[in-house]
């Protein structure tokens, strides 16, 4: 399975547009060689090298959705997937683009091929999703961007 972007590439800088220093808005993202099987995708953007001080189980987490169909190939830009919404560390149920207070930071696109569909509630946490895909991950893919605010 592969997941990319036509507006960076991975280990690549996310452009201004998608980050809070321009319209927050999520970059488009393309899906390729889901497996057979597949009854769900959950997709995770989160980033390791917030400072510790704001730290949520060692990450913050910009998006998380779950329960996308299997046949989703395309995320548009500025676009949330069909899908269940689960809650970011900022507590909101949507994207929330790169926002580095301190240095550059790495932000990575986890999408996940499951088994299953979870049963989880909308504003699920990153940790609850992880929790739940448990045993039940047929394939991963992950795009990883960078982002500096200076």
């Given amino acids: 399975m592969r997941l990319t972007s036509s507006v960076f590439?991975?280990?690549?800088?996310?452009?201004k547009k998608y980050t809070c220093d321009g319209q927050n808005v999520n970059p488009p993202l393309h899906i390729e060689d889901v497996p057979a099987g597949c009854k769900s995708l959950v997709l995770i953007m989160d980033d390791p090298d917030v400072p510790r001080s704001l730290r949520?189980?060692?990450?913050?987490?910009?998006w998380v959705v779950f329960n996308i169909p299997p046949e989703t190939?395309?995320?548009?830009e500025a676009h949330e997937p069909l899908g269940t919404h689960g809650r970011?560390?900022?507590?909101?149920?949507?994207?929330?683009g790169p926002c580095p207070p301190d240095k550059e930071h790495r932000y990575f696109f986890k999408l996940?091929?499951?088994?299953?569909?979870?049963?989880?509630?909308?504003n699920s946490t990153?940790?609850?999703?992880?929790?739940a895909i448990e045993g039940h991950v047929l394939a991963k893919a992950e795009l990883m961007g960078r982002y500096?605010?200076?």
């Fill in 9 to 15: 590439e991975h280990e690549a800088y996310i452009p």
């Fill in 56 to 62: 949520q189980d060692g990450m913050w987490d910009h």
């Fill in 73 to 76: 190939r395309e995320i548009a």
């Fill in 88 to 96: 970011g560390t900022g507590g909101k149920a949507k994207y929330e």
């Fill in 112 to 122: 996940y091929a499951l088994d299953t569909l979870l049963s989880l509630p909308e």
């Fill in 126 to 131: 990153k940790q609850a999703v992880e929790k």
């Fill in 148 to 150: 500096d605010r200076s």
